[in-house]
Nanobody, 127 residues
């Protein structure tokens, strides 16, 4: 079983930065595509923010492209999400995930049944 534990969330003002970390079980990056989802307050849908595939590709949602950077430290088994120029609309619970199928956004409850998810970390951006 794959375990994922997020950290690094918090509250910042608009324009600020945060870096999220996700500590994973060993060899997760070799076996699964990994990525970051977010669920905004009152929304049942999860937006796929960034994906890192096993063959080294990285994809971003248009809403974060140019502001967020996803990376991984395979030796330390950590997935990162550097978030710059944060805006109030970035306020959400952020989850890291590992999945063997192509990753897509959708209903959070349904998505959590198809892969491994962390417990989530809250990011709040004030204007």
């Amino acid at each position: 079983e794959v375990q994922l534990v997020e950290s690094g969330g918090g509250s910042v003002e608009s324009g600020g930065s945060l870096r999220l970390s996700c500590t994973t079980s060993p060899f997760t990056f070799d076996r699964f595509d990994v990525g970051w989802y977010r669920q905004a307050p009152g929304n049942e849908e999860c937006e796929l923010v960034a994906t890192l595939t096993t063959d080294g590709a990285i994809y971003y949602a248009n809403s974060v492209k140019g502001r967020f950077t996803a990376s991984q430290d395979a030796a330390a088994n950590i997935l990162y999400l550097q978030m710059n120029r944060l805006q109030p609309e970035d306020t959400a619970v952020y989850y890291c995930s590992a999945e063997s199928a192509p990753m897509n956004g959708g209903n959070c409850a349904l998505l959590k049944g198809f892969g491994y998810w962390g417990q989530g970390t809250q990011v709040t951006v004030s204007s």
